[in-house]
């Protein structure tokens, strides 16, 4: 069976960048969205959460003007005694945890009090792919699965073309393009996880969006909400020679389940950094602590001028690419 | 109503749940009407089959992949579910609306509804790897999920709909409750009409399905499918004398038709200028649509448009509106056009990914093709069976005019029509 889907080789004619078309108004999903914000004070158990979204299901259905706007006004209420702090402190603190369960994905350890955060410097990213080879290994995944958890897109010089990317170039390093690695951004507002039927995937509370994999139903709607490509489905089992799995990461559990990029869950929570930051032959990529403001990272994030993929998106991704 | 008071028993029928089933219809079923239904069997147990081939190879064994994560089980699901609240709307406005013409098609319009919906959902679930799985949805349903609406709506629609034929059998709370299930029924078509369209509408992701106007085109692609099946669904009864209608019924019939196909190409045509007009167009909307006017994506689509105007074009005409030909034809292409439409529609999402990679279109592999051939043929099994065992006859003093219960023209002789009560 031939899976490479991702190498796709024809590619549309007429092209620009993707622009999302402006959110319009969702009274449903909004209401639920003020409702997930409104528990956030500590204390709420899980009871408490559960009740909230049971009314955000119930106030969904009858979806009138009205009532999302009266939710969202006792929503902000509750926000309003919130800390004052910088810009940076201020997006780690939006990356909290989304329909967390209470407890660790069965594949990690309990969260610490980091909130992880990535930047990618693409003037320095030479398109080597050694990320995605580490990545590979690292994380156990089907050596003809089909995909891999990072994607490296070639671009044209002179703007962020996405429609123009090509992802199966030949050649890397040509001094005429330049190179943007794409994988799960880790998002402090996840569509994947807010269009979970089951909420088999949730942010866990240092930001990084997990996959319970003896859970996911395999509808894969999480792959269609994803604006990044960033999700992948076992269409098989995942086959990795006896010598290379890694025994920190599930193997069989992923099979006929959607899988992504963790930020190395196995690895950063044991203090050390992800796979793909050890393996960059040019130090392209920085990875740590929003929480800590001496990390490279918030450094990186204060001190240069950076953007983040589909912006537009409203996604607020977890990595920041600089050039 | 004379039905429900009518309980001697008669040779040949069994009575059930207040329903009188015309068991000894099928006794007396000719040779054909076995060969048809062991052709269906055969196509179902292939199903079948092919279902157990995928759960036990994974979805390797589909032509799914990455990049087209959904395929013909979502096509199906869409187009079924439309077919169903279409054939609703018909019967609905025989209550709402007063549409007395409509009458005789009721119970027949229901019993489709219900067996369409049931075909919508055993899509879903035959193309999960676990199906066992889905109890998730019940146990912690994610209300930010359009899915976790659709699914819900779905299962309970069908409740509704088989509920809904019981009550309009039996006779049971006379027109007051039927009226009232209509009432029921009618917005709750609507609304797993509207969630449906969401679970496209509400990606932000997929460029050309995040348009509000997705959800309309939903509708009026639902209620003109179905109401063209349940032409074609009339014809085909009729022919076997199970049914008597008449000509002015369908003559009705096609002028709802040729109004909703009208409507529903005129929203696509709206969506089609905003994509492309100077002023309105944007690159990643752009680069996307012209998939489906010139590149292969454009097989698909363009029949749509072609078909759509094509059958409103049969059915405006008032000289040749009658003919049962024209309307045959016409109901024909529609419901093939909606087909190639939700598949276009799904394919939309699909044809450039969202990090702008070209994804050739999705054709379906044997097995999933076979899935849905079972189901399909499970769908016909119902409807084969309810036609010979079902009251789906309505008797004719509940409505006006219509229906000559007695020597309906057995083109087969061997059949017998499956109403003979009243």
Same mark, same amino acid.
């Given at each position: 069976?031939n899976?490479d889907?991702s190498?796709?080789?024809?590619?549309p004619d007429?092209?620009?960048?993707?622009?999302?078309?402006?959110a319009?108004a969702k009274?449903?999903?909004?209401?639920?969205?003020?409702?997930?914000?409104?528990?956030l004070?500590?204390?709420?158990?899980?009871?408490?959460?559960?009740?909230?979204?049971? +009314?955000?299901?119930?106030?969904? +259905?009858v979806?009138?003007?009205?009532v999302?706007a009266?939710?969202?006004?006792?929503?902000?209420?509750a926000?309003?005694?919130?800390?004052?702090?910088?810009?940076?402190?201020?997006?780690?603190?939006?990356?909290r945890?989304?329909?967390?369960p209470?407890?660790?994905?069965?594949?990690?350890?309990?969260?610490?009090t980091?909130?992880?955060?990535?930047?990618?410097?693409?003037k320095?990213?030479?398109?080597?792919?050694r990320?995605?080879?580490?990545?590979?290994?690292?994380?156990?995944?089907g050596?003809?699965?089909g995909?891999t958890?990072?994607?490296?897109?070639?671009?044209?010089?002179g $703007?962020?073309?996405i429609?123009?990317?090509?992802?199966?170039?030949?050649?890397?390093?040509?001094?005429?393009?330049?190179?943007?690695?794409?994988?799960?951004?880790?998002?402090?507002?996840?569509?994947?996880?807010?269009?979970?039927?089951?909420?088999?995937?949730? $942010?866990?509370p240092?930001?990084?969006?997990? +996959?319970?994999?003896?859970?996911?139903?395999?509808?894969?709607?999480?792959?269609?909400?994803?604006p990044?490509?960033?999700?992948h489905?076992?269409?098989?089992?995942?086959?990795?020679?006896?010598k290379?799995?890694?025994?920190?990461?599930?193997?069989?559990?992923?099979?006929?389940?959607?899988e992504?990029?963790?930020?190395? +869950?196995?690895?950063?929570?044991?203090g050390?950094?992800?796979?793909?930051?050890?393996?960059?032959?040019?130090g392209?990529? $920085?990875?740590?602590?929003?929480?800590?403001?001496?990390?490279?990272?918030?450094?990186?994030?204060?001190?240069?001028r950076?953007?983040?993929? $589909?912006?537009?998106?409203?996604?607020?991704?977890?990595i920041?690419?600089v050039g | 109503?004379?039905? =429900?008071?009518?309980? &001697?028993?008669?040779?040949?029928?069994?009575?059930?749940?207040?329903?009188?089933?015309? #068991?000894?219809?099928?006794?007396?079923?000719?040779?054909r009407?076995?060969?048809?239904?062991?052709?269906?069997?055969?196509?179902l147990?292939?199903?079948?089959?092919?279902?157990?081939?995928?759960?036990?190879?994974?979805?390797?064994?589909?032509?799914?992949?990455?990049?087209?994560?959904?395929?013909?089980?979502?096509?199906n699901?869409?187009?079924?579910?439309?077919?169903?609240?279409?054939?609703l709307?018909?019967?609905?406005?025989?209550?709402?609306?007063?549409a007395?013409?409509?009458?005789?098609l009721?119970?027949?319009?229901?019993?489709?509804?219900?067996?369409? #919906?049931?075909? =919508?959902?055993l899509s879903?679930?035959?193309?999960?790897?676990?199906?066992?799985?889905?109890?998730?949805? !019940?146990v912690?349903?994610?209300p930010?999920?359009?899915? #976790?609406?659709?699914?819900?709506?779905?299962?309970?629609?069908?409740?509704?709909c088989?509920?809904d034929?019981?009550?309009?059998?039996?006779?049971?709370?006379? &027109?007051?409750?039927?009226h009232?299930?209509?009432l029921?029924? !009618?917005?709750?078509?609507?609304?797993?009409?509207?969630?449906?369209?969401?679970?496209?509408?509400?990606?932000?992701?997929?460029?050309?399905?995040?348009?509000?106007?997705?959800?309309?085109?939903?509708?009026?692609?639902?209620?003109?499918?179905?109401?063209?099946?349940?032409?074609?669904? =009339?014809?085909?009864?009729?022919?076997?004398g199970?049914?008597?209608?008449?000509?002015?019924?369908?003559?009705?019939?096609?002028?709802?038709?040729?109004?909703v196909?009208?409507?529903?190409v005129?929203?696509?045509?709206?969506?089609?200028?905003?994509?492309?007009?100077?002023?309105?167009? @944007?690159?990643?909307?752009?680069?996307?649509?012209? @998939?489906?006017?010139?590149?292969?994506y454009?097989?698909a689509?363009i029949?749509?448009?072609?078909?759509?105007?094509?059958?409103?074009a049969?059915l405006?005409g008032?000289?040749?509106?009658?003919?049962?030909?024209?309307?045959?034809?016409?109901?024909?292409?529609?419901?093939?056009?909606?087909?190639?439409k939700?598949?276009s529609?799904?394919?939309?999402?699909?044809?450039?990914?969202p990090l702008g990679?070209?994804?050739?279109p999705?054709?379906?592999?044997?097995?999933e093709?076979l899935?849905?051939?079972?189901?399909?043929?499970?769908?016909?099994?119902?409807?084969?069976?309810?036609?010979? #065992?079902?009251?789906?006859?309505?008797?004719?003093? &509940?409505h006006?005019?219509?229906?000559?219960?007695?020597?309906?023209?057995?083109?087969?002789s061997?059949?017998?029509?499956?109403?003979?009560a =009243?």
């Amino acid at each position: 069976m031939n899976l490479d889907k991702s190498q796709a080789p024809a590619r549309p004619d007429a092209a620009a960048p993707a622009a999302a078309k402006p959110a319009a108004a969702k009274p449903a999903i909004a209401a639920a969205k003020e409702l997930a914000q409104a528990e956030l004070p500590q204390g709420c158990t899980l009871s408490r959460r559960r009740f909230l979204e049971g +009314i955000g299901a119930a106030v969904g +259905i009858v979806a009138a003007g009205a009532v999302p706007a009266v939710v969202s006004a006792t929503a902000q209420t509750a926000a309003a005694a919130e800390p004052e702090g910088g810009p940076i402190e201020e997006i780690a603190k939006e990356n909290r945890d989304i329909n967390y369960p209470g407890k660790p994905v069965f594949y990690a350890d309990r969260a610490g009090t980091q909130k992880w955060g990535m930047v990618i410097d693409v003037k320095a990213c030479i398109g080597c792919r050694r990320c995605v080879y580490a990545c590979v290994k690292e994380n156990n995944i089907g050596r003809d699965s089909g995909f891999t958890y990072i994607q490296v897109l070639e671009m044209e010089l002179g $703007k962020v073309d996405i429609e123009h990317a090509k992802l199966d170039y030949d050649e890397a390093g040509r001094p005429d393009k330049w190179y943007m690695p794409v994988q799960c951004m880790q998002c402090a507002e996840p569509p994947c996880v807010y269009g979970c039927p089951v909420k088999a995937t949730w $942010k866990e509370p240092d930001g990084i969006v997990v +996959i319970d994999y003896n859970k996911c139903i395999a509808c894969r709607n999480c792959m269609i909400t994803c604006p990044y490509g960033a999700r992948h489905f076992n269409w098989k089992e995942p086959e990795v020679p006896e010598k290379e799995i890694n025994p920190k990461v599930p193997l069989e559990e992923k099979a006929g389940v959607v899988e992504k990029c963790t930020f190395c +869950i196995q690895r950063t929570r044991a203090g050390e950094t992800t796979a793909c930051t050890a393996a960059c032959p040019v130090g392209a990529r $920085k990875f740590g602590d929003l929480n800590d403001p001496d990390s490279e990272v918030s450094v990186l994030l204060r001190t240069r001028r950076v953007w983040r993929l $589909k912006e537009e998106a409203g996604t607020e991704p977890m990595i920041w690419y600089v050039g | 109503m004379t039905m =429900a008071e009518n309980t &001697e028993r008669r040779e040949g029928y069994v009575r059930f749940i207040g329903i009188d089933f015309h #068991v000894g219809a099928l006794r007396v079923a000719g040779p054909r009407y076995w060969a048809f239904m062991s052709l269906l069997f055969t196509l179902l147990m292939l199903g079948i089959t092919a279902w157990g081939v995928a759960l036990t190879e994974g979805g390797v064994v589909m032509a799914m992949r990455d990049n087209n994560p959904w395929g013909l089980w979502f096509t199906n699901y869409m187009y079924y579910v439309g077919l169903s609240a279409g054939g609703l709307a018909v019967y609905a406005s025989v209550h709402l609306f007063g549409a007395k013409q409509f009458a005789p098609l009721s119970r027949l319009a229901v019993l489709q509804a219900g067996v369409l #919906v049931m075909m =919508a959902l055993l899509s879903i679930v035959t193309d999960m790897e676990r199906p066992w799985r889905a109890i998730w949805m !019940l146990v912690t349903p994610n209300p930010t999920a359009p899915f #976790v609406y659709t699914g819900s709506a779905a299962g309970i629609y069908m409740v509704i709909c088989f509920l809904d034929l019981w009550i309009l059998i039996t006779g049971k709370g006379g &027109e007051k409750l039927a009226h009232r299930m209509t009432l029921i029924a !009618l917005p709750f078509a609507v609304y797993l009409h509207t969630t449906t369209a969401f679970v496209l509408a509400l990606n932000k992701s997929r460029e050309l399905w995040h348009s509000a106007v997705m959800v309309p085109i939903f509708l009026t692609s639902a209620t003109a499918s179905g109401i063209a099946l349940l032409m074609i669904c =009339a014809y085909v009864m009729q022919r076997y004398g199970i049914f008597k209608f008449t000509s002015s019924m369908f003559r009705s019939l096609s002028t709802l038709l040729a109004t909703v196909i009208i409507i529903d190409v005129f929203l696509l045509v709206v969506e089609i200028i905003t994509v492309f007009w100077k002023t309105s167009a @944007q690159p990643g909307h752009v680069v996307r649509f012209a @998939q489906f006017f010139t590149g292969e994506y454009a097989l698909a689509f363009i029949p749509v448009l072609v078909l759509g105007i094509g059958a409103f074009a049969l059915l405006a005409g008032r000289k040749t509106r009658h003919i049962p030909a024209v309307q045959l034809t016409a109901a024909t292409m529609y419901v093939i056009a909606i087909f190639l439409k939700r598949y276009s529609l799904m394919s939309m999402g699909f044809a450039i990914n969202p990090l702008g990679q070209y994804t050739p279109p999705y054709f379906p592999s044997l097995v999933e093709t076979l899935i849905a051939v079972g189901l399909l043929a499970l769908g016909l099994m119902f409807m084969t069976v309810g036609a010979k #065992v079902l009251p789906l006859q309505v008797p004719e003093d &509940e409505h006006g005019h219509g229906a000559h219960e007695s020597g309906a023209p057995g083109s087969e002789s061997s059949e017998t029509p499956a109403f003979e009560a =009243a």
